[in-house]
């Protein structure tokens, strides 16, 4: 995807181009700190714009009416610290809303809630429920380690549903503390997993939990099934 983020603060910027180039490592993601330099930076090919509300001279809410006439297809997400403009920001009937501090979390919801859906956002992974099993394209895709392979299975089963730890090392290792570790790696050989196939924006993290958006992903079949292949229940 391509995106241009927007606010006077430069803190604020590097801080989502980190976070956009973690979720969508393949896209073009920019920054400008006043509006002077994103209307120089604007085209048609740039997708979503993250637009920061409170800024010198001209401020988001001001300048989207332009944005608009000029750009029919460009997603405007507001962002700001301020929780009390959404009222003035909802009658501009943007795609999303954003406020200080930003997640990738946060990030990843509005993405999936786009006025104008991006088709570069779409997973190449499908997943088979059952017998569980995972392709791209037309082959078949491995995470390399059996238990990477389980930790996604069991994301699956739950259906965008947020997982702690604890629930993880239970359905894993038996509940047993001394696996924190490993549970670290393989969330992390995961993502990296996703990463290279340009689908880690598929997992969700939240308040030291895990999920999946199931709305990003093609899958086959009754997510429900994968429990009895893994004897979980």
Known sequence: MNTL??????????L??????????????????????????LNDDVQ????????PGIN???????LKEKYKKLNIIYITGHPEY???????????????????ADIIRELSELRFPLESLKCPLRVQCSPFALFVGDKPFDFGRGRTIEL????????????TNGELLGILWGGDP????????????????????????????????????????QYEGEPAKIAEEYCWI
């Open 5 to 14: 983020s927007v606010d006077d603060q430069k803190a604020a910027t590097n």
């Open 16 to 41: 989502m181009l980190f976070m956009l180039n973690r979720i969508d490592p393949n896209g073009t993601h920019r920054s400008a700190s006043n509006m002077e330099e994103a209307l120089a930076l």
């Open 48 to 55: 979503i714009i993250f637009l920061d509300i409170e800024m």
């Open 60 to 66: 988001g809410i001001d300048i989207t009416p332009v």
């Open 86 to 104: 959404i009222f003035d920001a909802v009658g501009m009937h943007p795609s999303g809303f954003l406020t200080k501090p930003v997640t990738e």
């Open 152 to 163: 996604f299975a069991y994301l699956i089963y739950k259906e965008g549903g947020f997982c």
């Open 178 to 217: 001394d696996k924190q570790g490993h549970l670290r790696q393989l969330v992390l050989d995961l993502r990296k997993c996703l990463r290279e196939i340009g689908a880690e924006h598929i997992i969700v993290k939240k308040y030291g939990k895990i999920g999946v958006d199931m709305k990003a992903i």
